[in-house]
């Protein structure tokens, strides 16, 4: 194991800072956001509620960033790999049940049951399941390129098929959430590809998702419209409710321009671009700081994306480096996909931008990983440690990786 030396500080920055971007905007836009519900709903909302439920998001995930950083080895978060994703399954599945039964525990939202309702806080059991599977992925793929078992149907994709299986039919089928059945099989294929699955394998592997996917699209009306509704409005077909909320979200970053706005002036976010806090943040951004800013706010997700994927490649352990890359494409993901659809490029799907979006559960459990993915580049190397066969069965590096494998 390499001997500890400073941290990351591109990662550490980046993350703070777009947590704290994140919150400027709200404050911005929140009481506008309390008026729309309090006229159309009739709802109570102070004009501070979202301003005040974003700060204390943000104290939770900046708290649970500096945890993962500096207080829990990441060893240890490891050696509860197996529980964390038992229990992530559980509760997605007993959330499930409780949608069935009818229950108060069960919060849900235009059709879709995604949290439980805990009094005055709710919580997302998709968000924890992302983090148990990057941590369990990281350890049972290490595991398996050790004993040489890669690629093997009774050890390795048995095993694995049933673990990923069931967490995507637990998210995607059971909560209709593709947005974050888009980021598992993210997290899914990036590990995979870093633990040297064998090449024919993997493309057999996700052609099988693909397939899986389009049928869960396909299958589902609700996915059929929004496709149907990026079609119309790539093809200037008339306006329609499909439509409405891709054509007012390439409204608001138009309206933008060059510089923006202004904080404060935005017009989509006194009502008329849905999800203006959450999924569509990115637009209201783009309304608010204009191109510039958008091409900033980029910039840092791509530096601090760019920086992971450097710690990943001067990181000696297999397990340590399986892990971050299930983190870096677990932000990845949610990143292209938000922001592609907010410019029209992808249909709408319901995923958010991550350390920005209105929102507790995500945020927490996205800093917790990047805080040890930042705990992680304090044990890297000078050198860049590079598979020498990605389809080898054997570990990294043969007896030289052997030689160095330690654990922090």
């Given at each position: 194991m390499n001997r500890k030396h400073k941290s990351d500080l591109v990662i550490l920055f980046?993350?703070?800072?777009?947590?704290?971007?994140?919150?400027?905007?709200?404050?911005?836009?929140?009481?506008?956001?309390?008026?729309?519900?309090?006229?159309?709903?009739?709802?109570?909302?102070?004009?501070?509620?979202?301003?005040?439920?974003?700060?204390?998001?943000?104290?939770?995930?900046?708290?649970?960033?500096?945890?993962?950083?500096?207080?829990?080895?990441?060893?240890?978060?490891?050696?509860?790999?197996?529980?964390?994703?038992?229990?992530?399954?559980?509760?997605?599945?007993?959330?499930?049940?409780?949608?069935?039964?009818?229950?108060?525990?069960?919060k849900c939202e235009l059709g879709e049951c995604r949290w439980y309702n805990l009094g005055a806080v709710s919580f997302q059991p998709a968000e924890f399941l992302k983090l148990a599977l990057v941590v369990y992925l990281a350890d049972f793929l290490s595991r398996k390129r050790e004993e040489g078992a890669i690629g093997s149907w009774r050890e390795f994709w048995l095993p694995l098929l049933i673990v990923c299986g069931l967490s995507l039919f637990l998210v995607v089928?059971?909560?209709g959430d593709l947005g974050t059945g888009v980021a598992l099989i993210s997290i899914i294929f990036g590990t995979l590809l870093v633990a040297g699955v064998p090449a024919k394998q993997y493309l057999i592997m996700l052609a099988l998702i693909l397939a899986v996917a389009v049928g869960a699209v396909a299958t589902s009306s609700h996915r059929m419209e929004r496709?149907?509704?990026w079609l119309d409005t790539i093809s200037g077909a008339a306006s329609s409710d499909s439509t409405y909320h891709i054509e007012n979200a390439m409204l608001a970053i138009g309206t933008g321009g060059f510089f923006g706005v202004g904080i404060g002036n935005s017009v989509q976010a006194t009502g008329y671009l849905p999800e203006s806090i959450n999924d569509s943040v990115f637009a209201i951004m783009g309304e608010t700081f204009g191109f510039v800013g958008l091409f900033l706010i980029i910039f840092v997700f791509g530096i601090m994306l760019f920086r992971m994927l450097k710690v990943a490649d001067h990181t000696a352990d297999n397990d340590?480096?399986?892990?971050?890359?299930?983190?870096?494409?677990?932000?990845?993901?949610?990143?292209?996909?938000?922001?592609?659809?907010?410019?029209?490029?992808?249909?709408?799907?319901?995923?958010?931008?991550?350390?920005?979006?209105?929102?507790?559960?995500?945020?927490?459990?996205?800093?917790?990983?990047?805080?040890?993915?930042?705990?992680l580049s304090c044990y890297t190397?000078?050198?860049?440690?590079?598979?020498?066969?990605?389809?080898?069965?054997?570990?990294?590096r043969g007896t030289h990786y052997t030689s160095r494998r330690g654990r922090s």
């Open positions: 980046s993350t703070l800072g777009l947590m704290i971007l994140g919150l400027i905007v709200i404050y911005a836009i929140g009481p506008m956001r309390a008026n729309v519900l309090n006229s159309t709903y009739g709802a109570d909302y102070d004009q501070n509620y979202f301003f005040l439920g974003q700060l204390r998001s943000v104290a939770l995930s900046i708290a649970a960033f500096f945890i993962a950083f500096k207080f829990v080895p990441y060893k240890y978060i490891k050696k509860f790999a197996k529980p964390m994703m038992i229990i992530a399954l559980i509760l997605s599945g007993l959330l499930w049940v409780l949608s069935i039964a009818g229950s108060s525990l069960a089928v059971a909560q496709i149907h509704a340590h480096r399986i892990f971050i890359v299930g983190v870096f494409s677990w932000t990845l993901a949610q990143v292209v996909v938000n922001i592609m659809a907010m410019t029209g490029l992808v249909p709408v799907t319901g995923i958010t931008l991550p350390l920005l979006s209105y929102g507790g559960t995500s945020m927490v459990f996205i800093a917790f990983a990047i805080g040890l993915v930042l705990q190397s000078r050198e860049v440690i590079k598979n020498e066969n990605i389809s080898s069965r054997r570990g990294v």
